[in-house]
């Protein structure tokens, strides 16, 4: 998920595997990672900028730091030094997908690791995911896919009736967003018939629902099943996803497909609804 080593030019230009822990980085670095957080944290423009120029100058690996760093302060759910660290990101140059995915995503996916193991609760993951929000909010002008000058597919995005969670379901709208496609966002605990409603309100192209608990993955086939009594499934594709779902239960339930991820979700939608019918491999 996060290269697993940082690297660093000595005085000899000489690119030295250094490993993935901060004590691990020259004293100099270091010291000006521990300035940056200082700045990021106070907001302070003009340092965080001088400060990622001498980083840069050390020749250390500047985008594994970045990523390590955005993913922390994500986990940590610190704010301010989410948005500094993405404005480093931006300012270095790493690209916008992957300062997301492989930066603040990924610190979602630590603090969700801790969840699972008993090492943290729900108010360390709504605090994340405010800091994921923060840094996805400055990297979403720069989220953006070429337009072939067509009218955008419409989706209409939610998460299912019972479930509240909708981190997952964020963060497949943002890249769906910057697909090109137009989200029609739902929110979280939504009825079967509303999303039905909404896919024919809006003439939806696809529907995409998540969950994040068992207890919560028989509204799925629901929404399916209404579809099909009101005609519409043929017309429109169907993505499930959350952490209990799998492959099978997709096809099971008659949905098109279940993306490992949200960089699947969008990339499916988009190769599928670009093919001509009989090209496109559903699960059903």
Known sequence: MIDSAFRYKNKKDQTVNIGMEFDELPEEVRELIEQL???????????????????????????????????????????????????????IGIDPFKALLKGLAAGMSLIGDKYEKGEAFVPQLMIASSAMYEGMELLSPYLKANSSGADPSTVVIGTVEGDVHD???????????????????????????????????????????????????AEMPKVINMLESSGMRDKIKVMVGGAPLS?????????????????????????????SPSDTENLN
């Open 247 to 275: 492959t099978d239960y997709a096809a099971k339930i008659g949905a098109d497909v279940s993306p490992k991820d949200a960089a699947g979700a969008a990339n499916w939608l988009k190769t599928t609804l670009s093919e």
């Open 167 to 217: 981190i997952g379901k964020n963060l497949v709208k943002t890249l769906l967003s910057a697909n090109g496609f137009n989200c029609v966002d739902l929110g979280n605990d939504v009825e079967a018939d509303r999303f039905v409603e909404a896919a024919k309100e809006y003439q939806a192209t696809a529907v995409s629902m998540s969950t994040l608990m068992t207890t919560t993955m």
């Open 37 to 91: 957080d200082e700045a990021a944290e106070d907001e302070e423009e003009e340092a965080i900028e001088e400060l990622t120029e001498k980083l840069l100058d050390t020749g250390v690996d500047m985008e594994a730091i970045t990523l390590k760093k955005l993913s922390l302060c994500v986990m940590d759910g610190e704010e301010e030094m989410s948005v500094g660290w993405t404005k480093v990101a931006l300012k």
